[in-house]
């Protein structure tokens, strides 16, 4: 509803579009067959007021209703908007924006309570604890729509889910999650603090995530190659943190076929983070 009212919602299809609420004043008010309590309005997020039908479609921005406390100034706006429409249409549109503006200024319909702390990790506790009535959302949730937006030429969310189902492909399969690969990204990425929480995720710093992804995923990826070949399995992972310092290492090795390789001395090398991964995992559990 904020969003609504006084936000913008972002999405990227081909190039990113910003749209806003709009209602269609023209659309008569109809009934949903399925709740007969129920009326039916003809709301739209939008990149603006203009269609391609304008004898059914007359598209007023839901926000502007904030700026009239007299719901009569509200319908003088579009008056001019109105006066080639018939009677009825006419009629329709007033009707419309005099109850939205009655919704939003006269109605008491919203509980609401305000936290006034600025500190991103507790709105986003005291966000998700409100939603659980709807979707589930979780932590990583949030920090995806986070880095959805602030990511310039990848889609963050479409590169981390596809990689984490390409991930727990690997071998007898894993059931890693997305809050993994986000942690990661951040362990793996220098110069970044690894806290995770919503304010470490600034534009700044995933941007850096961003520019860092491909090497990110190689060592993310050859790492769980890596324990597959050693036997470790989705049962016996018991901290997956405890892989990133083996993807650390990967990553500054920058080795080619390593994880194949029939070297001595990196077959050797293997043994040994086999023998430091079954210590750190045993210590953790």
């Known amino acids: 509803m904020n969003i609504g009212l006084r936000g913008s919602y972002r999405y990227f299809y081909y190039k990113w579009k910003k749209t806003e609420l709009y209602l269609n004043l023209l659309k008569p008010i109809g009934r949903n067959e399925e709740k007969p309590e129920e009326l039916e309005y003809q709301f739209k997020f939008r990149e603006n007021e203009a269609s391609n039908d304008p004898v059914n479609e007359l598209w007023y921005k839901v ?133 995770y929480k919503v304010g470490t995720f600034t534009k700044s710093n995933l941007e850096k995530i961003e520019d860092n992804w491909l090497i990110i995923k190689q060592g993310i990826e050859n790492t769980i190659r890596l324990i597959s070949k050693l036997g470790f399995n989705d049962k016996n992972i018991t901290a997956a943190m405890a892989l990133l310092p083996i993807a650390y290492y990967l990553i500054k090795l920058n080795k080619n076929n390593y994880i194949n390789s029939t070297d001595k001395d990196e077959v050797n090398n293997q043994t040994m983070i086999q023998k430091w991964l079954i210590l750190v995992l045993l210590k953790n559990s």
């Open 63 to 195: 926000g502007r209703i904030l700026d009239h406390l007299d719901s009569e100034d509200a319908i003088d706006v579009i008056e001019n908007k109105i006066s080639n429409f018939d009677e009825e249409k006419q009629k329709n549109a007033r009707r419309l924006v005099r109850q939205l503006h009655a919704r939003i200024h006269t109605y008491k319909l919203v509980n609401y309570y305000e936290e006034k702390s600025q500190e991103y990790d507790k709105v986003v506790e005291v966000f998700i604890r409100a939603n659980t009535g709807g979707k589930t959302l979780e932590y990583s949730d949030i920090l995806l729509s986070t880095a959805t937006a602030k990511w310039k030429k990848l889609n963050a969310r479409e590169e981390i889910f596809n990689f984490t189902d390409d991930i727990n492909k690997i071998g007898v399969g894993y059931n890693f999650g997305k809050d993994f690969i986000l942690k990661g990204s951040l362990y793996l990425t220098d110069d970044l603090p690894i806290q």
